[in-house]
């Protein structure tokens, strides 16, 4: 299977700040159509996840430009511009390349 | 709007079996690929299966490869999860996931608790 790694595990983060997670994968998730299949989601407390970034870098609709995607092959970074309070939660990378999908082990965001 | 929504998840002992059932609208279901991903309490998210738009191909994590069962009636727009043999290590929010690249929608969740 391959594995995902995120880093940090825990990310207290000042408002306003920035923030920055780092995931890496054990094989290069490019596909044979020439996509790379990593996405990110943001999982708050008591809710389902949610998908923020598809395809390493594609934001999806309703998602603010505060967040942003970034990589290739096996290293890839999620960064937040500026955090705000509503940002707090548990964000994941997950691949879609290879069987089975897996996850990183997430992120858990906070405030200061 | 496209929506997923899971249901069944209970309180079962171990060894007993429970199906869940996943039922998708909004989106044309039986053109996707779609998954079952767990969450234990206070941890992170698994795979757990998974089956092709047609049900030709189905995927299971090695945890419950041999007791989960997973199909699809694409007539009812409709995604079951057939768990036998249930152990305490099952207990988790199972949430139904639609398409197998992006996993763009996810459902609200159910929970299944294997207890005695």
């Known amino acids: 299977d391959v594995v995902m790694t995120q880093s940090p595990l825990s990310l207290p983060v000042t408002l306003g700040q920035p923030a920055s997670i780092s995931c890496r994968s054990s094989?290069?998730?490019?596909?044979?159509?020439?996509?790379?299949?990593l996405n990110w989601f943001q999982q708050r407390p008591g809710q389902s996840p949610r998908r923020l970034i598809y395809?390493?870098?594609s934001r999806d609709s309703g998602v603010p430009d505060r967040f942003s995607g970034s990589g290739s092959g096996t290293d890839f970074t999620l960064k937040i511009s500026r955090v705000e309070a509503e940002d707090v939660g548990v964000y994941y990378c997950?691949?879609?390349?290879?069987?089975?999908?897996?996850f990183g082990q997430g992120t858990k965001v906070e405030i200061k | 709007e496209v929506q997923l929504v899971e249901s069944g998840g209970g309180l079962v002992q171990p060894g007993e079996s429970l199906r869940l059932s996943c039922s998708g609208s909004?989106?044309?279901?039986?053109?996707?690929?779609i998954h079952w991903v767990r969450q234990a309490p206070g941890k992170g998210l698994e795979f757990v299966s998974a089956?092709?738009?047609?049900?030709?191909?189905?995927y299971y994590a090695d945890s419950v490869e041999g007791r989960f069962t997973i199909s699809r009636d694409n007539s009812k727009n409709t995604l079951y999860l057939q768990m036998t043999s249930l152990r305490p290590e099952d207990t988790a929010v199972y949430y139904c996931?639609?398409?197998?690249?992006?996993?763009?929608?996810w459902g609200q969740g159910t929970t299944v608790t294997v207890s005695s």
């Open positions: 996931v639609k398409d197998s690249f992006l996993m763009d929608v």
């Open positions: 909004g989106f044309s279901f039986s053109s996707y690929t």
């Open positions: 089956i092709k738009s047609d049900g030709g191909a189905t």
């Open positions: 094989q290069s998730l490019v596909y044979s159509d020439g996509n790379t299949y």
């Open positions: 395809k390493v870098s």
């Open positions: 997950m691949q879609g390349t290879h069987w089975p999908r897996t």
